[in-house]
């Protein structure tokens, strides 16, 4: 229903985790021990030890890093994407087995054309079953109504006389074990799911006026590698930061390495950070950090590197 972006040259997801390993940027002086999450060719998403997520630019990595990426043992994770499946809970308590590939944002149109209810331009008895149940609760949203199962909802449909009802649905494009792809509203997701997958909807709207579909492709990956790495580990945190390798020579005895957690703050749109700086002390580092990103607030510091 939605309209889907999906380039599987681009994005390979990882559906089972690599092995947790030591990851080491491109100085040697900031190390994670983490698993692999994902990867796309620009970003490598790890799961830190305390099941946070982060996204890497695969540049930034150590050549031995660099190198494991393009390993058989990462590449076979990519060939077990195909093969995986999450299940999804709507509010209904609805289970829903599908790949959560991209946000969407589509017109529904639902009429009774020659005798039949058309979702769009299929026939509603054609859709797939777990579709077929979504729809009367969308209209459920949208009309305030409580019509309970597919029999109400065609009788209201009747009722209509034939003029179209249209729908503007914001969510995700769930891919079905049967490979259509179809669109989701937020709404209809439980509201643990929808923690999962409405914090980059700001940013793919804002990616969606740009002329760069690398913006809303990369947001198609971090949804998919959010979605993934949830439900892998429920304990899994539902947003990705990015990660800023902003590093200087750490001088013995003189300055530390610290990691600061930045949070887009009121009208700033974008990804939590964790900005990796040289410092003095922590008031030092969170100034540095601040100063390469205006607009955000600044969250937990910490050292990880030097005296």
Sequence with gaps: MFHAIVLPTLVSLLLAAAPARTWTDSTGQYRIK?????QSDKLAVLKKEDHSLVAVPIDQLSKEDQEFLKSKEAQDHVRKAADQMQTWTM?????????????????????????KT?????????LPEVYRQMIPRIVNHFQNLKLSG?????DWVLR???????YTLEGVILELENGDEYGVPFFLFSEEDQKVLQPGWQRWLA?????????DQQEAFMLQSSAQA???NQQANRQISMMQLQLQAVQAGLTSLWEVHLMPGP???GYPLNVVVPGRNSRDAAEQALGRNPGYIVGPVRKVAGW
């Design 118 to 126: 058309y979702i769009n331009d299929k026939v509603y008895q054609n």
């Design 207 to 215: 990616a969606r006026k740009t002329t760069d579909r690398a913006d």
């Design 91 to 115: 509010q209904s308590g609805l289970k829903v087995n599908g790949r959560v590939v991209d946000y969407g944002q589509k017109e529904i149109s639902i009429q009774r054309r020659r005798g």
């Design 267 to 269: 009208g700033t749109y």
């Design 230 to 232: 949830y439900k892998q």
């Design 150 to 154: 597919e029999a109400a909802f065609e």
């Design 160 to 166: 209509q006389g034939g003029v179209p009802k249209n």
């Design 34 to 38: 983490a698993d692999l999450i994902a």
